[in-house]
């Protein structure tokens, strides 16, 4: 028998796409880089499996593999910053993806400026728009990866991106999304949160540039 939607409508038997071998297929996704110190030794991690997980209180999470030498610094310490990455910080992101702090000191590498936390006492990136500074919550393992669920316990932005009314406008940040193995700008506002149902005066104020 014909599936129905609720409505009662009929559901269509053809899936007219192709199929693919299941992944975590889920694109565009935020990348990041996690800057994490403990015994003396400090180092970034390019992370794009990172996402928002609850509003109050305030977590993300960021999926790391074992192997990776900053898994350790975290998982040790307990802490790590969430440093946003902007256009002008994206070719040291894609570095401190493809080097491992076992081999090279990345704050070095990338001239990347080390700023101490004000709650951790941890290295944040100087240069990074918005600084997420976070405490590990709980470690899951999932297989390939570990996620780090973490408070954010402190929220840190470039005074750059702040507006005359004395909030942030991340439009001013310019921050970078990846998609598919690549990095993309974002691109031009295409609508705002509730602009399917705002009215008249809403939608004016809001498209007003
Ligand atoms: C765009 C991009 C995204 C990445 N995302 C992740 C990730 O989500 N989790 C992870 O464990 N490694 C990820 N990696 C790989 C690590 O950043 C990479 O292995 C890095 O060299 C590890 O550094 P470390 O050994 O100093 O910790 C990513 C790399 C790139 C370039």
């Known amino acids: 028998m014909m599936k129905k939607t609720a409505a009662g409508a009929d559901l269509s038997p053809n899936l007219a796409k192709d199929t693919l071998k299941p992944s975590a ?20 991690i390019t992370v794009a499996w990172c996402g928002t997980v609850n509003s109050d209180p305030p977590m993300i999470s960021v999926s790391i593999r074992k192997s ?17 990455v902007s256009e ?5 992101c ?9 081999d090279i000191d990345k704050f ?20 990074s728009p918005v600084n997420l500074e976070c405490s590990v919550d709980r470690v899951i393992e999932l297989g390939s990866h570990d996620m780090f669920l973490l408070n954010v316990d402190g929220v840190y932005v470039s005074g750059a991106i702040i507006d005359a009314g004395g909030k942030a406008d991340l439009k001013k940040a310019g921050l970078v999304a990846y998609c598919h ?10 609508g705002f949160f509730g ?7 809403a939608l004016a104020r809001r498209t007003r540039r």
């Open 195 to 201: 602009y399917s149902v705002a009215g008249a005066d």
């Open 94 to 102: 894609d570095l401190c993806g493809v080097r491992s702090g076992r």
């Open 181 to 190: 193995g690549e990095y993309y700008a974002l691109g031009e506002i295409l």
């Open 68 to 84: 990776r030498y900053s898994y350790d610094l975290i998982k040790n310490s307990g802490k790590v910053c969430v440093n946003l």
């Open 25 to 44: 297929f889920l694109n565009p996704v935020p990348v990041v880089m996690c800057s994490a110190q403990h015994a003396g030794v400090s180092d970034i």
């Open 108 to 127: 070095a590498a990338t001239g990347l400026t080390p700023v101490s936390s004000p709650i951790h006492g941890i290295p944040m990136i100087g240069e």
């Open 88 to 92: 002008a910080l994206l070719k040291a």
